[in-house]
């Protein structure tokens, strides 16, 4: 049976790179990723389901792989072996963190209401005059700030999510969330209270 040299890679080309990233060398960090990376986001992707996490995953596994390239152990396995292991515990490190999320946004909603809160009445009417408000606020701006003011996401998860540059995605909600003040108030002082 003839082996194509392409197909299977040498044995001693793999140890070889695996030496050079133990021992430091950004061209075999940057080897490891051309070789590797789609790999890498490919059982990201099966395992997280989105392709912003997956590209997440995949940067965090080769960060975690330059800083703890110490623990690579060429005479036990190979760097993709390596590679797919520290996958599996960034992979398992998203899942938890979406399970605190879940958790305590589940906790949120089980709070009973602050007994000095506004009646039930008055508290749907603040959150249609806050639904209108942000309505008019028009988009992105409108579910930029209902990102991370309701879903709770960080500029930076809201910006992986909507592609959008950090500093723009910033901007949004800070404008947003002034004009909403600004609205919130005028209605405020419209109170015939």
């Known amino acids: 049976m ?51 996490d997956a590209e997440d995953v995949t940067q965090q596994v080769f960060v975690a792989a330059w800083r703890g390239r110490h623990t690579l152990r060429p005479d036990r396995g190979t760097v993709p072996g390596w590679l797919v292991g520290i ?59 209902r990102m991370v003011v309701v879903e709770q996401l960080t500029h930076e998860e809201v910006a992986r999510r909507t592609g959008l540059p950090l500093g723009t995605v910033k901007s949004h909600v800070r404008r947003g969330l002034a004009t909403l003040r600004s609205h919130l108030e005028e209605v405020s002082d419209d109170d015939p209270r």
């Open 87 to 145: 996958t599996r515990h960034k992979v398992a490190d998203l899942h938890a963190q979406r399970s605190r999320r879940a958790r305590d946004a589940a906790a949120a909603l089980q709070v009973l209401p602050d007994e000095h809160g506004p009646p039930p009445d008055e508290a749907l009417a603040v959150r249609l005059l806050l639904a209108d408000a942000l309505d008019r606020l028009g988009e992105p701006r409108a579910g930029l700030v």
């Open 2 to 52: 003839i082996v194509d040299a392409e197909v299977e890679p040498d044995l001693a080309d793999l140890q070889h790179l695996a030496e050079r990233l133990r021992a430091g060398s950004r061209e075999a960090l940057e080897e490891a990723w051309t070789r590797w990376s789609s790999l890498v986001y490919t059982l990201a992707l099966r395992s997280v389901g989105d392709h912003h």
